[in-house]
């Protein structure tokens, strides 16, 4: 009890006279400036010196500076060791005052600087000119300096800009500057001199430009797929917000020639493009001044293919484009082909022209002779099948009143054949010599795949075209074409065109359908019916010219 006692006692003692625990917070000295030097204490009116303020600090913390002055101004800023300050234009000693802080404490010392006014009076300039002073990208303009001098001295003029270039030399009254490549506000300044004291000024130039780059091209640099009916758009804007006039540049060759100029509007109709082309274009814009630039050369490749209203019916009708060529026509004695082949003959298409890209459907045979007796009605994407020739042609005839030239019409049996080999002719079919014809079900409905009956178009079992992007090209049905039917290829045309003359009495058929078997796919085999016969297994296919 008694050392409980004791341990009390001690307690109260202990708070009684303030003992406490003998650690320490450690101890934040204030910085100590050591000097403050000007570069010169004595100065004339408006001139400037150096500043310059020695501190340190025991404990190595981070200093800030503040100057002040009622007189003079800081030129150069006044929150750093060493400043430039300039004396006002009044005599007298004034006192310039450096506060140093370390987050905790502050500081502050002065030094007193005296100035007085010159014997020598400082030049004046009255007034600096530039004649013009708005002038186009590197052009030149005349600059000149009046100054006067109170005490007659001789004056040094010394010019200097942050760019372009003075071509006579930067010394003098008056001197030539010569404009940058780019625009803007320039401000060229003068100083003049007695070699003690000097005066300061400058004069703006606005430099007017060039138009920016024409940017953001439609169709995009180097696009594919791009239709052939061409609208090509930029943009291009004027730092001044000058007008803007456009020579245009367009063709198939690089660079790409003119086309059309000087127009306002920021777009070029091209008018109709040939299919699968690579066409480049350029852009040239001036301002009204005549500061030009010229955008870089773009292209762009149309697509071959394209879709066409048939006649006045809202409906459309894919269509590809095929190029101009020479093939050899028929392949006698070749596996499967027929008799009547001979002689293969060599063919020249001189001109391209736009071939469907499925066979006609019931939609599109619908839309221009109304409803029909097809074998397999209510079916619109199949091909219309169940048609004769003549029916054909009276479609076409229709199809054309709307058209201000006959564009729609039958392909001949060459330009058929042509566009069946696609550009293969090493092989019996596009796909390879297939001898047995076990290949044909990927690329044709025949009579091994189709179930006896017509498919929608561009649907077979392997999913392609061939390779000019044409579908059906065999089987599904067959395909009338605009030739009589003549047996062999003697005074055959030689340039594609329908073999009329003498007539026949049977129309050409090409390409196989549904109910046979994958020979009759061959791109030269032919057959023929009569141009009123229908049956379930003939339909037709479009072509048109350009």
């Known amino acids: 009890m008694k050392k409980i006692k004791l341990l009390i006692i001690s307690i109260l003692i202990s708070n009684l006279f303030g003992c406490k625990n003998n650690s320490t917070e450690p101890i934040n000295h204030a910085p100590v400036i050591q000097n403050i030097l000007a570069e010169s204490d004595t100065l004339y009116i408006g001139q400037s010196t150096n500043i310059q303020c020695s501190a340190s600090d025991e404990d190595g913390g981070s200093l ?61 300039i009255q007034s600096v000119l530039a004649e013009p002073d708005s002038i186009n990208i590197e052009e030149a303009t005349a600059l000149q300096c009046l100054a006067v001098d109170e005490d007659q001295d001789n004056l040094t003029y010394i010019w200097a800009a942050p760019a372009g270039v003075f071509p006579d030399g930067n010394i003098g009254l008056s001197v ?98 040939t299919p699968n082309r690579t066409y480049s274009w350029q852009i040239a814009a001036r301002d009204q001044h005549g500061n030009s630039v010229t955008g870089p050369v773009w292209s762009f490749t149309t697509t071959g293919e394209k879709e066409f209203e048939l006649g006045n019916s809202g409906v459309i009708v894919a269509m590809v484009w095929v190029e101009p060529g020479i093939f050899w026509m028929g392949a006698p004695g070749t596996p499967g082909a027929g008799d009547d082949e001979a ?163 049977q129309r050409i058929l090409r390409g196989g359908s549904w109910y046979h078997g994958g020979r009759q796919c061959l791109p030269n085999l032919r057959s023929l019916y009569y141009p009123s016969g229908r049956f379930s297994s003939i339909g037709f296919r479009l072509a048109r010219n350009p």
């Not at 060493?82 to 005052?97: R, T």
């Open 176 to 273: 030539q500057w010569q404009a940058p490549d780019s625009g803007g506000i320039y401000y060229i300044r003068i100083e003049v001199s007695d070699s003690e004291l000097s005066d300061l000024d400058s004069v703006a130039i606005s430099v007017n430009g060039p138009p920016g780059l024409p940017l953001n091209p439609d169709p995009p640099d180097e696009a594919f797929d791009q239709s052939i009916d061409m609208i090509l758009t930029w943009d291009c804007s004027d730092p001044e917000s000058d007008s803007i006039f456009y020579d245009v540049y367009f063709g198939e060759s690089s660079p790409p020639a003119l086309v059309s100029d000087d127009q306002i509007l920021n777009f070029y109709d091209t008018g109709t493009l």
């Open 64 to 124: 800030t500076y503040f100057w002040s002055s009622i007189y003079g101004s800081f030129t150069d800023g006044n929150s750093s060791e060493s400043v430039i300050w300039q004396a006002p234009l009044i005599a007298g000693s004034f006192y310039v005052k450096v506060t140093l802080n370390d987050g905790q404490y502050s500081i502050g010392d002065s030094i007193e600087i005296t100035v007085t006014i010159p014997d020598n009076q400082a030049p004046q």
């Open 343 to 505: 002689p293969s003959h060599e063919v020249t298409l001189a001109n391209g022209f736009w071939i469907g890209k499925y066979e006609v459907t019931q939609t599109q045979w619908q839309a221009v002779m109304g409803e029909w007796g097809f074998y397999w009605p209510g079916h619109p994407n199949r091909p219309a099948e169940n048609v004769s020739w003549n029916d054909c042609q009276a479609f076409i005839e229709m199809a054309n009143e709307s058209e201000i030239d006959a564009h729609w019409r039958m392909p001949t049996e060459a330009e058929w054949e042509y566009c069946s080999r696609a550009g293969y002719y090493d092989t019996r079919f596009w796909w390879g010599d297939d001898l047995y014809y076990q290949a044909a079900g990927n690329y044709a409905w025949i009579n091994t795949n189709s179930g006896s009956r017509t498919h929608d178009v561009g649907t077979t079992e392997g999913e392609i075209p061939n390779p000019w992007g044409i579908w059906d090209m065999g089987g599904n049905v067959w395909e009338w074409c605009e030739d009589w039917y003549h047996w062999g290829y003697d005074d055959a045309p030689s340039d594609g065109s329908a073999w009329v003359d003498p007539p026949g009495t």
